[in-house]
């Protein structure tokens, strides 16, 4: 259905048995893969500014906001200013997949950077850029795009006051803003949530990201009629005071099964 014919009924499509706790395949798949690139012109330019995906974002203690990037063109190094989504930064550390700190990564590398503004999103398109003027000029663009995307503030209301509106079918979906500690939490959570509800009423995730819960989202939801849940994250103060005079209503959890539980009744 997809296209995908194996290479033994005469297709283009490598199938190589693997099995990394046997031991079995690893150096026919690393031969593969290089077989592909070579036969698909797969390449990059190692002296060009970097360019890559970011894998995941995460907002740690020590370090504050980090993001895995894998570089695809380019080289990264330290001292780059690099924007992805609405995060940008100096790269004032890079760490390789043992925890070792690099000065560079070429391409095909994939690296921890440290020194960024905000967690970015995993999938983001992360870019070497020419200043930290020119990354906040592409931030302001890129919050004005979703400023105007946005409907006009309305009045929030709470997970209360929604339970209220259920029973009286004045509402047939509850529009929800996650944010959580790491980007790998995302999914289970927005998963979990979207399966709750019926076909008359159901849950919508209209935004979910890592990182503080900011002013911003508190703004989304004030203007979407939203809940600010927060997994193992907590409202920074400015968004606190904004949620209080907005009545947006925060609700933050430590553990995933009390969070859909409560959201269930």
């Known amino acids: ?51 890559g995906t970011v894998l995941e974002g995460r907002l740690e203690r020590t370090h504050g906001a980090t993001a895995t990037v894998l570089v695809q063109n380019g080289t990264l190094r330290l001292g780059d200013t690099v924007i992805a989504g609405m995060a940008y930064g100096r790269v004032r550390k890079m760490l390789d997949e043992s925890g070792r700190p690099i000065a560079e990564a070429p391409p ?18 992360f870019q070497v850029v020419a200043d930290e003027r020119a990354a906040r000029a592409m931030i302001a663009r890129r919050q004005e795009e979703l400023a105007a995307k946005a409907a ?48 008359d009423l159901k849950v919508n995730v209209i935004h979910a990201a890592a990182g503080t819960i900011t002013e911003s989202d508190v703004n989304l939801a004030a203007a979407s009629h939203a809940i600010v849940i927060g997994f193992q994250v907590q409202p920074d103060p400015a968004a606190r005071r904004l949620a209080e005079s907005e009545g947006v209503d925060i609700r933050t959890y430590d553990i995933i099964y009390k969070l859909v539980d409560e959201v269930d009744k």
């Open 108 to 125: 095909s590398t994939p690296v921890m950077i440290l020194g960024l503004s905000g967690v970015p999103e995993a999938g983001e398109i």
């Open 152 to 199: 006009a503030p309305v009045k929030a209301f709470t997970l209360d006051d929604f339970s209220q509106r259920i029973q009286a079918g004045q509402v047939k979906e509850l529009n929800l803003i996650i944010k959580t500690d790491v980007q790998g939490s995302i999914e289970p959570i927005v998963n979990s949530l979207e399966k709750l509800g019926s076909e």
């Open 1 to 51: 259905d997809l296209g995908l014919t194996p290479d033994d009924w005469g297709g283009n499509t490598l199938c190589i048995p693997v099995s990394a706790k046997q031991k079995i395949g690893l150096d026919d798949l690393l031969e593969g893969i290089l077989l592909v690139a070579d036969s698909s012109e797969i390449k990059a330019n190692p002296d060009r500014h970097a360019v």
